[in-house]
């Protein structure tokens, strides 16, 4: 029809989360508009990626075991299972696939946990917090759910740029550890900004009748990021690397206790 | 006839001294551990070499006020549970080879 222009079809698109480019490749044209739709501000298509995943679709109602997370390593391949998608990643060859049903959440999953994996062997990780950046340096809050992310996140002034009110990306760049923006969100139900900045701070979350910060030293601190730090893979090497990670980055960045009224004065605070 | 006991850190752990206490993690289920300062001369002392009436006269009588046979029962206490928690193996004879594995040897 004149006038009228198609929107390209791809069959496959990159999904870039702290520099590290995965394709997703998928006969289903509805999957790839789901997954630009899910992770806007973090999509491409360049032809660079580092990983490579073939997305196979299932139909609904089928499942792979019971619901637990499962991931394993095997003779270079990283396996990662639930009851509602099946993936593996060969290394040597840097491609895998998935096999999950059409819906946003599996996919999220591996995701995260192929970031987990990733982060694991450079010494970052993901950690369950909201975190924003502030005067150019990254200020993280942590906690289980209901500890108060994403009441941190919509407090957050309009000076904040927001990286997410549910995983935060942890990682080392030339020996500085940043935050980086991430899709990954909690109720907040929006993705983060896609920037990424020095760390300065993790506040360990806890609400209470005033607003009061205190300093976490030692096992205390590491306790505390150990505690919410996202963990899957149970083998050695992996638990030893994670395990290393959060007693160096306790080492080097101030780990305290935050309690909060939940209103906007908190964030007098965060400076 | 010796009833000597020996206690060997599991190599299925992740493990970390951070000023008087060790965090441990162990790696069949990632749960974390805290040994307080006196395990911690425990485990930093558990090489399946020395006997564990040694490390606890030796290592703990010397340097805290206890009687040996209380800081024995104490330490016995707590190398069965961590053995229990597959942290460390324990045996009646010196263990030499590296451990991972759950529980007692005998």
Known sequence: MPGVTAAPQHSTVVVEIGGVPIRLRSGDPAFIRLVQDRYVGYVGYSEGASFEFDVELIPPGVAFGDGDVQVTSDSGRWLMRRGDFHAEMDL??????????????SLDSVLRIMHTLLLARNGGFLLHSASAIRNGRAFL???????????MARLA?????????????VTLQDDR????????????????????APIECVYLLAKGPENKIEPLVGGAAVRGLLGNILFFARDLEFVK??????????????????????DSRVWELIV | MSNKRYVARSTAIAARVLGDET????????????????????????????????????KICTQYDI????????????????????LVVLSDKPITQPTTSHGVNK
């Open chain 1, 141 to 151: 809050f942590s906690g289980v759910s209901g500890a108060g992310k994403t009441t």
């Open chain 2, 23 to 58: 965090m441990v993690m162990s790696a069949v289920n990632s749960t974390l551990f805290t040994l307080d300062e006196v395990a911690t001369v425990i485990w930093e002392s558990a090489d399946g070499a020395t006997p564990l009436e040694d490390i606890v006269t030796n």
């Open chain 1, 177 to 196: 550890y940043m935050a980086v923006g991430t899709p990954f969100f909690g109720e907040l139900a929006r993705v983060g900004e896609n920037l990424r």
């Open chain 1, 92 to 105: 040597s060859t840097a491609r895998g696939r998935i096999k999950q049903t059409i819906n946003p959440y």
């Open chain 2, 67 to 86: 009687a040996p046979e209380i800081a024995l029962k104490d330490a016995e206490g707590l190398v069965e549970g961590l053995a229990e928690h597959g």
């Open chain 1, 241 to 262: 690397l994670v395990f290393d990670a959060a007693v160096e980055f306790a080492n080097r960045i101030p780990i305290r206790r935050l309690t909060f009224v939940p």
């Open chain 1, 157 to 169: 002034p309009p000076d904040a740029a927001l990286l997410t009110d549910e995983i935060s990306y």
